[in-house]
């Protein structure tokens, strides 16, 4: 069973940083894609950055390139979002997710497990 955990969420001021992870265990995540997705109030659920856990290559939304940058550590089995220069508009709950084609596409329907979710809150 694959189990998705997030932590790193809270309250940060706009243009501040905030570093999330998503410890994965349950399988062997060689082969898997990983992403980060967010969903803010009354929003439908959007992609933000991927990964594909063998090679390293990642994708990102427009809204947080040059922002955001996703990451993995093999050793620990865990992905990262570091976050910087936040805005407002970043604020929702985030969500990590693992596909089980090590496509990371940026596609909700594509994605396998899901974490729990961890709220960003960034004020003005």
């Known amino acids: 069973q694959v189990q998705l955990v997030e932590s790193g969420g809270g309250l940060v001021q706009a243009g501040g940083s905030r570093r999330l992870s998503c410890a994965a265990s349950g399988r062997t995540f060689s082969s898997y894609g990983m992403a980060w997705f967010r969903q803010a109030p009354g929003k439908e659920r959007e992609f933000v950055a991927a990964i594909r856990w063998s090679s390293g290559t990642t994708y990102y939304a427009d809204s947080v390139k040059g922002r955001f940058t996703i990451s993995r550590d093999n050793a620990k089995n865990t992905v990262h979002l570091q976050m910087n220069s936040l805005k407002p508009e970043d604020t929702a709950v985030y969500y990590c997710?693992?596909?089980?084609?090590?496509?990371?596409?940026?596609?909700?329907?594509?994605?396998?497990?899901w974490g729990q979710g961890t709220q960003v809150t960034v004020s003005s």
């Open positions: 997710a693992a596909e089980l084609s090590s496509r990371a596409t940026t596609w909700v329907r594509d994605y396998d497990y």
